[in-house]
């Protein structure tokens, strides 16, 4: 797990729009509420939907609530995320770059 934290006096949509397009180098990149897609894709390419970094008892501090918006691009093992949190005037967020050993999707737990 990697995870870099900003913030910034831009706004969420500012923010928003350029690491969408940013994340593209990544493929599909899928606007997360929680844990429910917003707009179109639902799915990349590679099979990751919204909340698939929560699932597997996987963790990591930093990470939004099911309230918070995220954008994700990649695949469930090679995730890259951009979680949004709040702040007056303006605008923080983390970059997360997440690697989850294939043992995570075949029922191992990684508490």
């Not at 699932?55 to 501090?61: A, E």
């Amino acid at each position: 797990v990697k995870v870099v934290q900003y913030q910034t006096a831009d706004s969420q949509e500012k923010v928003l729009a350029f690491y969408k397009k940013a994340m593209g180098q990544f493929g599909d990149v899928l606007e997360c509420k929680g844990r429910r897609a917003v707009g179109s894709p639902t799915v990349t390419s590679e099979g990751l939907k919204c909340g698939e970094a929560g699932d597997h008892n996987v963790r990591v501090n930093g990470m939004p609530d099911k309230r918070s918006l995220t954008l994700l691009a990649g695949s469930k093992h090679h995730q890259h995320i951009v979680a949004f949190g709040k702040r007056d005037g303006g605008t923080s967020f983390s970059l997360i770059d997440l690697r989850l050993p294939e043992s995570v999707h075949k029922g191992f737990r990684t508490d």
